[in-house]
Structures are given as C-alpha cells and as structure tokens.
C-alpha cells in the first residue's frame, strides 16, 4: 500500500546517461520506498555505476544523519557507499566461488539500528538499499525478525525486476518458501535422526549447536573466539544432503572450505563495517551472504566472538536464519 506523504517526499536522481529500460526499474523501485517498510534509500547499479537513485532522506521517518549532514550530502554519501557495497559483493562472490554453490544473489548487512541489502538482479545489475530497524539495546545480538518486512520486500523487488527480462525468481532469503517466515519446528530442538553429527574443535559444552543441525535447516555451524575455532559440528553426511556432493566436491571439501571462510568472516564483517561506516551508525553485527544454493550466516556474540553458520539449502534459508538467532541468544544469554 502506498503512503501518499511518503511519496510526495521522494527524490530522485538519474544517471546522467539515463535510458528508457530504467523506467519500468524506478517504478519498481519507487513503490518498495512509498510502502512505508523502513527503506529510505535505494539504488540501482549496472556494473558497480549508479542508474538512478531514489531517497527519502527530507522525510521525517529517515534515520538521523551519521555526520549531522544534510540531505544533499548524504544522498551523495549513500549512492557512493551502495557503489562500494556493489564492489564488495562482487569480491565476496569471488570468494564464495569454491563453495560451489552458485553465485551471490543476496548480501545483508545489519547493524543495531539498520538493514543494508545488496540483491543481484541479473549478470552486473545490482539494487542497493537502506532500512531503518527497531534500535537494539548495546550488546545485544542482532534480531533478524525487526528487519523481515525490509528483507521480504528487497527480495520481491529483485524478483520483479528479475521478471521484466523474463527471468525466474531465485529465491533470495528462501522467503518465497518460508511460509509466514518463522520456522515450522523450534530451531534449537533435536532433529530426531540418527546420523550423529560430525564435531570438530573441543566438544562444545551443552550441545547447543548439535541440537541446531538439521537437513531441512542449518548444515553446519562454528563459534570462534579471540581468532580461534571453539567447536563446530555439522551434518553433511547426512543421507537428505547427498544429491549436494559429487566427485568435484565431497563432504570432506565443504567442510574444509567452510572452515576456511569461516576464519575469515570476521574480518570480511570488519570490512563491510568499514564499507558502511559513512552512513550507518554502528558495526555490522549480522552479515548473510545467500548464494543460489543455500546461504552463509555471520552473528557477532561479543568484541572477538562470532558464530558461523551455513545451509545448503535454497528454500529453508530464512529458517535457518531464525536457527543462528536462536543459537546466538542461547550461547549470549545467561544461564537460568
């Protein structure tokens, strides 16, 4: 539903080259910012260069400036950062690459009072957009469920947008299998199969990340701290995974590789943090990086301490997002 005061606020700006293919993209665009979901800034990109942007920065419900800029300067600051986030994608989709899981098509980066999506859309297209959330008390881990209305309507924009070029959806955040977007069994409750999971590091204490592990839901997960591997378990031996292994990847080379990135997703946190910085208050405390084939979760608990989790899985990915949560609050939360 369109909000008549939001769109008499809207501005917007075209590149200096503009074309009538963006036409049917900025209506698209234009109806996700009236609806009154949190976006205030959204950008489309083709090869990392701005096609038109389009803000609600004058508007009374966009966030205070970082910087107490006014809205000319930071509508300027926004449409640099989304090109920066567009190159930071491209490089996390090389990254990902020897995962074998398809390309990225989602990155969201949350932090404790905002939402930043980056969506592919098709080859070097890329839609960028900003939400206000719900402020969350310091320290507290990121709540995935204050930014859904922001990551269910970003996801349906890439859809759409996929669908004037005649292309299928691919899913981006699972939300077109999620139901009403909560998931269908308690996330932390055992999975009742009999396939034991497989533990690395010390045995974490309580089996709370064991407990997390299903087939239709989180694959693997890892905590870390101070730099180091604490425990991670998974379930990639699971007979329901099967048909995600072949001869050019083995159970034995995800999890390798998901070890390796999980090292990394710290910094790689750290950077998209550093990205942002000019336009978003705080640090990036939840970062997931949705590839065609399931989706990478990264939840910072505390200064040097971070949980990793993955799902293989396409149509249960914003489930397991709801599992890391739940995961994170339990390792975060003191004991009754």
């Not at 080859?123 to 719900?134: D, I, K, L, S």
Request: proline share 6%.
């Amino acid at each position: 539903m369109t909000d008549p005061q939001l769109l008499d606020a809207v501005v917007e700006e075209s590149a200096e080259q503009d074309v009538p293919g963006f036409l049917k993209k900025r209506n698209l665009c234009r109806a996700l910012l009236v609806r009154g979901c949190g976006v205030y800034h959204i950008a489309h990109y083709t090869a990392g260069v701005l096609d038109f942007a389009l803000d609600l920065l004058a508007h009374e419900s966009a966030p205070v400036a970082v910087d107490d800029a006014d809205p000319a300067q930071r509508r300027n600051v926004h449409r640099r950062v989304g090109a920066q986030l567009v190159y930071r994608a491209n490089e996390l989709n090389r990254r990902l690459g020897e995962l074998q899981s398809g390309a990225l098509i989602r990155t969201v980066a949350q932090t404790r009072a905002g939402l930043v999506f980056c969506n592919s859309v098709v080859a070097n297209e890329h839609v960028v957009g900003f939400g206000a959330t719900p402020p969350a008390a310091p320290g507290a881990v990121a709540d995935p469920t204050t930014a859904n209305e922001i990551d269910r309507a970003a996801a349906g924009l890439a859809t759409d947008l996929r669908r004037l070029v005649r292309q299928r959806s691919q899913n981006p955040g699972g939300w077109l299998t999620a139901g009403n977007g909560q998931p269908s069994s308690d996330p932390s409750a055992p999975s009742g199969d009999a396939v034991p999971p497989h533990v690395g590091g010390s045995i974490e204490p309580g089996g709370i990340l064991a407990a997390a592990l299903r087939p239709a839901g989180l694959h693997y997960l890892s905590h870390h701290r101070a730099g180091e591997q604490v425990a991670a378990v998974d379930i990639l031996e699971h007979p329901e995974l099967a048909p995600f292994f072949n001869r050019g990847i083995t159970v034995t080379d995800r999890r390798s590789r998901y070890q390796r990135l999980a090292a990394d997703l710290s910094l790689l946190a750290l950077q998209v943090s550093r990205d942002l910085r000019r336009a978003v208050v705080g640090d990036v405390a939840r970062l997931v990086l949705d590839v065609e084939m399931g989706a990478v979760y990264y939840y910072r608990l505390a200064p040097d301490d971070y949980l990793v989790g993955v799902t293989l899985d396409q149509d249960a990915v914003s489930q397991a997002d709801d599992a890391m949560w739940t995961v994170a609050r339990q390792l975060t939360e003191p004991a009754a």
